[in-house]
């Protein structure tokens, strides 16, 4: 059976304005999507602003700690150029090479194989799945459903309560790019 998946992106924060790295905050305004997607399943990672996002499409999600933001370890709060400007290696060693967390987080490495694998256990006895969850966790999905490099990680935006949709079934997945009406 093709399972649909719709990758729903929280809505807006505090950290996403300010480009800073989450620590769990909630929605600044939470204003719905325009109709929630159609599902036999919702699942929602674990964070305030997830829940609440699904809370507003009308939703009632089971909760997935696979759907889990990555960790950005001693990073989390900060903003992106604090960073840069207290420690550019660390930043430059995060953006080029996959296998480096120097937060003390996860990797970007680590995420795309967690995402693989959630991708991959999937159930396949449902036919639609909605999943709420973090920029990062979309992109993830969609370098592993297109088989690219992990590089690709960063050349993929995902704005605040955009979907993503996914087709397919475990180790074989494709973008589904929406239709504008």
């Known amino acids: 059976m093709t399972t649909r998946l719709v990758l729903v992106c929280h809505g807006a924060t505090s950290a996403t304005r300010r480009a800073a790295f989450p620590a769990d905050e909630p929605l600044e305004h939470p204003d719905p999507a325009p109709g929630p997607p159609r599902a036999d399943v ?3 990672a674990p964070h305030t602003r997830c829940h609440q996002t699904a809370a507003a499409l009308g939703l009632d999600p089971t909760p997935d700690t696979a759907l889990r933001d990555c960790d950005y370890g001693t990073w989390s709060g900060r903003t992106l150029d604090d960073v840069t400007m207290s420690d550019p290696a660390a930043v430059h060693a995060w953006l080029t090479d996959p296998a480096a967390a120097p937060h003390g987080g996860e990797s970007t490495q ?3 194989t967690r995402v693989g694998t959630w991708l991959d256990t999937l159930p396949r006895d449902h036919h639609r799945i909605v999943a709420i ?3 990062a966790v979309i992109k993830a999905a969609v370098v592993y459903a297109i088989l690219a490099t992990p590089a690709s990680f960063w050349r993929i935006d995902v704005p605040p309560l955009s979907r993503t949709e996914l087709s397919g079934r ?5 973008l589904r790019v929406p239709v504008s009406r």
């Open 42 to 44: 919702v699942l929602c």
């Open 110 to 112: 680590d995420l795309l």
């Open 133 to 135: 969850t973090t920029p």
């Open 170 to 174: 475990p180790t074989s997945w494709t």
